[in-house]
């Protein structure tokens, strides 16, 4: 089980110094945004060694081999930095010790082996940082000593996706959609192997293994492939720009929820919004024709009623009694928070006069949350509840 933790956030803006080489430090660094130059002082001349970019570390070495900054880093733009503090460390190294250990330990062994020498490296792409993670994570999981294997469940089945996926997001750098455009891609180009089983019997859900025959040439053939699709012209990073209705929600303080209703009435632009051409059509091979042209939303116990848009859960005897007490003002602040299907039905249980005033000088619309109509809503929600008998 990965520990989930919330790792604070450092601005810097271009120009701004990081670190200076020589220094003493805990704290490593990972990119969430922006580019950081690693840099050292040479004959005294400011020397860039390596320019460094989203999903890369940096700074490891100080935290792992308790040494000094062998080089100084600078924001080349503006970056947000997820900063690795020891105890954030520890905490992730506790809960997963093998593999984030070795991750982290290789990623150092790579800073320092290089000594950051390339600048825009290729190996600074955010589909390379999930492929050197990927190749770190599955390494400590084909070392795993025998007695501990029969610990792990379904071991000879491949490291599991969810475990990769949960190493990954712990350090709060890429989306879950990002991650399985990373391993569509990398499936496609036969680099490794994904198998499937139910989890358990009755449960739709595939527990997803991975598995990579000869991982010692896993990143050479990788990055091999991947110079030759650059060179080829195809934008493979452009692929993990993606996130889904849950990462931008999250990343907006928003729920999923709200992302969807959102959509549905249209207040998100129709190109922010993409299906995946090949999965979707595979999708829809069970689906009958009906399931594209009717929308059955999923019925709410009558206590679990909230918000405006909840009135269509309510049948139309009871609704129609409940407005009675409603004057025109309150029964259009409601109108103004609902969808066409609940101005629909509310228009069904009032009189006619008030229906057509409404047709004709329809209000403006207002948010569910607004404070009149939340107000409304509750007024309304009590007095169905009273004549249903529901405390």
């Known amino acids: 089980m990965i520990v989930r933790t919330a790792p604070s956030i450092r601005t810097y803006h271009k120009g701004k110094i990081i670190f200076n080489e020589g220094q003493e430090s805990k704290i490593a660094y990972m990119i969430k945004s922006g580019t950081v130059d690693i840099f050292k002082m040479i004959d005294k001349k400011k020397t860039v060694m390596g320019t460094l970019r989203r999903g890369d570390i940096f700074g490891e070495m100080s935290l792992l081999a308790n040494q000094k900054r062998t080089a100084s880093a600078e924001a080349a733009s503006f970056c947000e930095l997820v900063v690795l503090t020891e105890e954030m460390m520890n905490k992730l190294?506790?809960?997963?010790?093998?593999?984030?250990?070795?991750?982290?330990?290789?990623?150092?062994?790579?800073?320092?082996?290089?000594?950051?020498?390339?600048?825009?490296?290729?190996?600074?792409?955010?589909?390379?940082?999930?492929?050197?993670?990927?190749?770190?994570?599955?390494?400590?999981?084909?070392?795993?000593?025998?007695?501990?294997?029969?610990?792990?469940?379904?071991?000879?089945?491949?490291?599991?996706?969810?475990?990769?996926?949960?190493?990954?997001?712990?350090?709060?750098?890429?989306?879950?959609?990002?991650?399985?455009?990373?391993?569509?891609?990398?499936?496609?180009?036969?680099?490794?192997?994904?198998?499937?089983?139910?989890?358990?019997?009755?449960?739709?859900?595939?527990?997803?293994?991975?598995?990579?025959?000869?991982?010692?040439?896993?990143?050479?053939?990788?990055?091999?492939?991947?110079?030759?699709?650059?060179?080829?012209?195809?934008?493979?990073?452009?692929?993990?720009?993606?996130?889904?209705?849950?990462?931008?929600?999250?990343?907006?303080?928003?729920?999923?929820?709200?992302?969807?209703?959102?959509?549905?009435?249209?207040?998100?632009?129709?190109?922010?919004?993409?299906?995946?051409?090949?999965?979707?059509?595979?999708?829809?091979?069970?689906?009958?024709?009906?399931f594209f042209k009717k929308f059955r939303r999923p019925r709410k116990a009558l206590e679990d009623l909230e918000s405006a848009e909840d009135i269509i859960f309510i049948d139309n005897p009871t609704l129609t009694k409940a407005l009675e007490g409603f004057n025109y003002y309150k029964i259009s602040v409601l109108y103004s928070a609902l969808d066409q299907q609940g101005r629909d039905k509310l228009k069904r249980n009032i009189g006619k006069k008030v229906a057509q005033i409404l047709l004709r000088e329809p209000p403006a619309d207002r948010d569910p949350n607004d404070h009149e109509v939340l107000e409304c809503c509750d007024e309304l929600l009590d007095i169905v509840r009273k004549l249903k008998g529901v405390k």
């Not at 400590?140 to 969810?162: C, H, W």
């Not at 209703?261 to 090949?278: A, C, D, H």
């Open 93 to 290: 190294l506790k809960a997963s010790p093998a593999t984030v250990t070795k991750m982290l330990e290789l990623l150092a062994k790579r800073v320092a082996a290089t000594d950051l020498k390339t600048g825009g490296s290729e190996q600074n792409d955010s589909f390379l940082a999930l492929a050197t993670i990927l190749n770190l994570a599955y390494r400590e999981f084909a070392y795993t000593p025998s007695d501990k294997q029969r610990e792990i469940e379904n071991y000879k089945m491949g490291l599991s996706v969810k475990s990769y996926t949960e190493t990954v997001k712990s350090l709060s750098v890429f989306s879950n959609l990002e991650i399985e455009s990373f391993l569509e891609t990398v499936f496609k180009l036969r680099l490794i192997e994904i198998k499937s089983i139910k989890k358990g019997d009755k449960s739709a859900f595939l527990e997803r293994y991975i598995s990579i025959k000869n991982f010692e040439q896993f990143m050479p053939n990788l990055r091999c492939l991947y110079k030759q699709m650059r060179e080829l012209g195809a934008n493979v990073d452009q692929r993990m720009n993606f996130m889904s209705f849950t990462d931008l929600a999250r990343r907006t303080g928003s729920t999923p929820e709200l992302i969807y209703k959102k959509v549905i009435k249209e207040e998100m632009p129709e190109n922010l919004l993409f299906f995946n051409r090949e999965k979707a059509m595979e999708w829809r091979k069970d689906k009958d024709s009906d």
